[in-house]
């Protein structure tokens, strides 16, 4: 950094992919060009029909993990094509998985055309997401014929992993009785320009309803990416594979989410006064809203166009400190400036030893520099699923000064990997929230936390201490959220600010590594 100051150029990033988004909501689409649209989609369906109902030859299964992915030789003979990045960077990206999920199919088709419910359901997925127009209506009462042309912007795990930007037709058809195809193809709203870094080849779900009133998904991934940025080395394993962004992450996902949004609520449990609002279903649902929210905003957060560097840590196992520097002005954030830190780093544990290190709020003493040494104490739990890790808590610090001020927690855990978000929140605030006074989403909230992810490697030789079988290391990333308020009417921040922040989480990584003992690492 050259100046003692950051002005508030890098606080308002822009990302170039707006223009198109703006360029078609200020002008209509051409009759011509919904032509070629409603082509491409219907093409687009035709394809993902045939992929998803033929298994062999299309698909293989790889020998190291049995995942599917296509045979690209077979492929490319059944639907010829010119691919769209010629670069020697470019690769292609595909995968196929199966689940069931506790959504009705047309409920599941419902929320796949509407955005804002798309990234309800996938928050740690989709991190944005738009309608631009709708092409065609669906039939009444299925849907079947919606056409829509969208925008989603994809981002995972971690600043290093870069978020992918598509512009999209999403095509609805039910097929027979029951069952649903939605397709999601890329579209060229940029008349070839070489903004875009990835490209959607027919991709979607089918979905079977069953007679229980669950849903019968069965997913294909099929990307293709022109990885001019090259993707960290800590994350290349991962990403390259088709894990990151693969079927198998939405299968789960939704797995997970409509766990959470179908939970019966019969474990609640609460040490305090919160305990009778908490067996009320509307302080109960105001708390979900209020911390699936901080879910939501704790994954957008993670791509961090427009940061700044500071490369202190070590660039062996770990990535250095990324800062970034913005402006809150959207609802139910506190208004000032934010910093923005984060950094990953490999550790060479089983993820599940790691989720249990951050879930567990009585070692959490042993890495929250700002608990100053006091330990917590969880007086709430609501479950949000099966596993005993998926759960909200509320955890009150043991700091008598500072009696007023509890944390909104947070976590899950699924085969993929696992997150354990929370935010300081006021002992007012959170009795309003659960007394249902006011809507939980006017409440201010900044949340920080970890995402623990596999590292998409075979067999490091390292095991878990809960199963010594398993094997490999995990990914782990820090990100904290500071608010700063605006110091002058210049609204400039000096450095020494981002110095804190910075300060903050490199004392939080090295307190990690020397209780989880990973210190040799660097």
Same mark, same amino acid.
């Given at each position: 950094?050259?100046?003692?100051?950051?002005?508030?150029?890098?606080?308002?990033?822009?990302?170039?992919?707006?223009?198109?988004?703006?360029?078609?909501?200020?002008?209509?689409?051409?009759?011509?060009?919904?032509?070629?649209?409603?082509?491409?989609?219907?093409?687009?369906?035709?394809?993902?029909?045939?992929?998803?109902?033929?298994?062999?030859?299309?698909?293989?299964?790889?020998?190291?993990?049995?995942?599917?992915?296509?045979?690209?030789?077979?492929?490319?003979?059944?639907?010829?094509?010119?691919?769209?990045?010629?670069?020697?960077?470019?690769?292609?990206?595909?995968?196929?998985?199966?689940?069931?999920?506790?959504?009705?199919?047309?409920?599941?088709?419902?929320?796949?055309?509407?955005?804002?419910?798309?990234?309800?359901?996938?928050?740690?997925?989709?991190?944005?997401?738009?309608?631009?127009?709708?092409?065609?209506?669906?039939?009444?009462?299925?849907?079947?014929?919606?056409?829509?042309?969208?925008?989603?912007?994809?981002?995972?795990?971690?600043?290093?992993?870069?978020?992918?930007?598509?512009?999209?037709?999403?095509?609805?058809?039910?097929?027979?009785?029951?069952?649903?195809?939605?397709?999601?193809?890329?579209?060229?709203?940029?008349?070839?320009?070489?903004?875009?870094?990835?490209?959607?080849?027919?991709?979607?779900?089918?979905?079977?309803?069953?007679?229980?009133?669950?849903?019968?998904?069965?997913?294909?991934?099929?990307?293709?990416?022109?990885?001019?940025?090259?993707?960290?080395?800590?994350?290349?394993?991962?990403?390259?594979?088709?894990?990151?962004?693969?079927?198998?992450?939405?299968?789960?996902?939704?797995?997970?989410?409509?766990?959470?949004?179908?939970?019966?609520?019969?474990?609640?449990?609460?040490?305090?006064?919160?305990?009778?609002?908490?067996?009320?279903?509307?302080?109960?649902?105001?708390?979900?809203?209020?911390?699936?929210?901080?879910?939501?905003?704790?994954?957008?957060?993670?791509?961090?166009?427009?940061?700044?560097?500071?490369?202190?840590?070590?660039?062996?196992?770990?990535?250095?400190?990324?800062?970034?520097?913005?402006? +809150?002005?959207? &609802?139910?954030?506190?208004? /000032?400036?934010? *910093?923005?830190? =984060?950094?990953?780093?490999?550790? @060479?544990?089983? #993820?599940?030893?790691?989720?249990?290190?951050?879930?567990?709020?009585?070692?959490?003493?042993?890495?929250?520099?700002?608990?100053?040494?006091?330990?917590?104490?969880?007086?709430?739990?609501?479950?949000?699923?099966?596993?005993?890790?998926?759960?909200?808590?509320?955890?009150?610090?043991?700091?008598?000064?500072?009696?007023?001020?509890?944390?909104?927690?947070?976590?899950?855990?699924?085969?993929?990997?696992?997150?354990?978000?929370?935010?300081?929140?006021?002992?007012?605030?959170?009795?309003?929230?659960?007394?249902?006074?006011?809507?939980?989403?006017?409440?201010?909230?900044?949340?920080?936390?970890?995402?623990?992810?596999?590292?998409?490697?075979?067999?490091?030789?390292?095991?878990? +201490?809960?199963? &010594?079988?398993?094997?490999? /290391?995990?990914? *782990?990333?820090? =990100?904290?959220?500071?608010?700063? @308020?605006?110091? #002058?009417?210049?609204?400039?921040?000096?450095?020494?600010?981002?110095?804190?922040?910075?300060?903050?989480?490199?004392?939080?990584?090295?307190?990690?590594?020397?209780?989880?003992?990973?210190?040799?690492?660097?």
């Amino acid at each position: 950094m050259r100046s003692s100051d950051l002005s508030h150029e890098f606080i308002n990033p822009t990302i170039s992919n707006n223009v198109a988004l703006a360029y078609y909501q200020l002008n209509a689409i051409p009759e011509t060009e919904k032509a070629v649209m409603i082509e491409t989609a219907a093409s687009a369906m035709e394809e993902l029909i045939r992929i998803l109902q033929i298994n062999e030859p299309m698909w293989i299964k790889s020998n190291s993990d049995e995942r599917y992915v296509l045979n690209h030789e077979n492929y490319d003979k059944i639907f010829p094509r010119a691919y769209r990045f010629k670069t020697s960077s470019a690769r292609i990206e595909s995968s196929k998985d199966s689940g069931i999920a506790s959504i009705s199919a047309l409920q599941l088709v419902d929320t796949f055309l509407d955005a804002n419910k798309w990234v309800d359901l996938f928050p740690t997925i989709v991190t944005k997401a738009k309608t631009i127009e709708v092409l065609q209506a669906g039939m009444f009462g299925t849907q079947s014929g919606c056409l829509q042309l969208m925008y989603g912007q994809m981002h995972i795990l971690s600043p290093l992993v870069l978020p992918r930007d598509f512009y999209f037709l999403r095509f609805c058809q039910q097929i027979e009785v029951g069952t649903w195809v939605i397709v999601d193809v890329s579209y060229d709203c940029f008349k070839a320009s070489t903004t875009q870094r990835s490209w959607r080849l027919p991709s979607g779900c089918m979905i079977q309803d069953m007679p229980n009133g669950c849903s019968k998904v069965t997913w294909v991934e099929h990307v293709e990416v022109d990885d001019k940025t090259q993707t960290h080395r800590l994350y290349r394993d991962l990403v390259c594979s088709s894990i990151a962004y693969g079927a198998q992450r939405w299968i789960v996902t939704l797995q997970r989410m409509c766990e959470r949004f179908g939970c019966s609520f019969d474990d609640v449990s609460s040490s305090s006064e919160f305990g009778a609002m908490f067996a009320m279903p509307e302080g109960r649902s105001s708390i979900m809203k209020l911390s699936h929210r901080m879910v939501k905003n704790f994954c957008g957060m993670l791509s961090m166009s427009g940061k700044l560097d500071f490369p202190q840590l070590s660039e062996v196992n770990n990535s250095g400190v990324r800062v970034n520097v913005r402006k +809150s002005i959207e &609802p139910g954030e506190p208004n /000032g400036m934010v *910093l923005i830190a =984060a950094t990953s780093l490999w550790l @060479p544990l089983h #993820s599940q030893d790691v989720f249990n290190f951050f879930a567990n709020e009585k070692t959490r003493v042993q890495w929250d520099v700002l608990s100053n040494g006091n330990p917590m104490n969880e007086i709430a739990h609501i479950p949000t699923g099966a596993h005993p890790g998926n759960c909200i808590s509320i955890i009150q610090p043991f700091v008598p000064t500072e009696g007023n001020m509890l944390l909104l927690q947070e976590s899950y855990i699924d085969t993929l990997g696992s997150m354990v978000i929370y935010a300081p929140v006021e002992v007012a605030t959170i009795n309003i929230a659960v007394g249902g006074e006011v809507d939980s989403s006017d409440i201010p909230i900044l949340p920080s936390g970890f995402i623990i992810s596999n590292d998409g490697r075979l067999d490091t030789g390292t095991s878990s +201490s809960t199963n &010594p079988a398993r094997s490999g /290391g995990s990914l *782990l990333t820090v =990100a904290f959220q500071i608010l700063v @308020p605006f110091p #002058s009417p210049s609204q400039v921040l000096n450095v020494e600010s981002v110095a804190t922040v910075n300060t903050l989480i490199s004392l939080t990584v090295q307190k990690i590594k020397t209780v989880l003992n990973c210190t040799g690492l660097d």
